[in-house]
């Protein structure tokens, strides 16, 4: 009850294309939805979060949809870059943060 | 500017040696964390700090402690590295446990000859 599902494992997108993500959780406890970006050889960095009292939060060309009756949100990424190229994993928290299982994200020119 | 700092980024260390990974933070953050990252996973909570409380993850293995001298340091030891231990390991902060955004660090890499 404690995992957050994630897919898909890796991601290839056109320059310009609409990148996807998405998590699924079964614990209903989870107050807290972050999404996490990181680079080879970096820490994780906060991209966006939200929380479950709102159904979609943006942020630039970063969008997280929240579905809080099926336990499902995701991350889509507007006009993708080739310098989004990164592992991208979602989170939930209730007091820990349980990390989904982590997509690697590769867009193309 | 770097709020959350991690010491040395890399690390190399023999099979059963001792090893300590520093990690200090200018947020003045209540929370410390540390995770083990391994290739291409998501990172393992390992242990947390809530000011001087300690919290254990049910399964971190006892070759790991960690100790939280102030508010900005906190140190993880390794007390006898296997080859399994290898990974990379990340600090992390938060102003409080509940809905708070985590703050990582760069991590150490951590190599076991």
């Known amino acids: 009850q404690q995992q957050v599902k994630q897919s898909p494992q890796s991601l290839i997108v056109q320059k310009g294309g609409i990148s996807i993500i998405n998590c699924a959780y079964e614990n209903t406890a989870f107050d807290y939805f972050p999404w996490y970006q990181q680079f080879p050889g970096k820490g994780p960095a906060l991209l966006i979060a939200i929380r479950p009292d709102v159904s979609e939060k943006k942020e630039g060309r970063f969008t997280i949809s929240f579905n809080k009756s099926a336990k499902q949100f995701s991350l889509h990424i507007m006009d993708s870059q080739p310098g989004d190229s990164a592992t991208y994993f979602c989170?939930?928290?209730?007091?820990?943060?349980?990390f989904g299982t982590g997509t690697r994200l590769q867009v193309f020119p | 500017d770097a709020m959350v700092i991690q010491n040395p980024r890399y690390q190399v260390t023999q099979f059963g040696k001792p090893v300590t990974l520093s990690c200090s933070q200018t947020l003045n953050h209540n929370v410390m964390y540390w995770y083990q990252q391994k290739s291409s996973q998501a990172p393992k909570l390992l242990f947390h700090?809530?000011?001087?409380?300690?919290?254990n993850e049910a399964d971190t293995p006892d070759n790991f402690q960690s100790r939280r001298p102030n508010t900005s340091f906190c140190f993880l030891d390794i007390r006898s590295p296997g080859l399994g231990d290898a990974a990379m390991y990340l600090c992390?902060?938060?102003?409080?446990?509940?809905?708070?955004?985590?703050?990582f660090g760069p991590g150490t890499r951590l190599l076991v000859l």
């Open positions: 989170a939930a928290s209730r007091v820990k943060l349980i």
């Open positions: 700090y809530y000011d001087k409380d300690f919290n």
């Open positions: 992390a902060t938060s102003r409080d446990v509940q809905q708070e955004t985590q703050y």
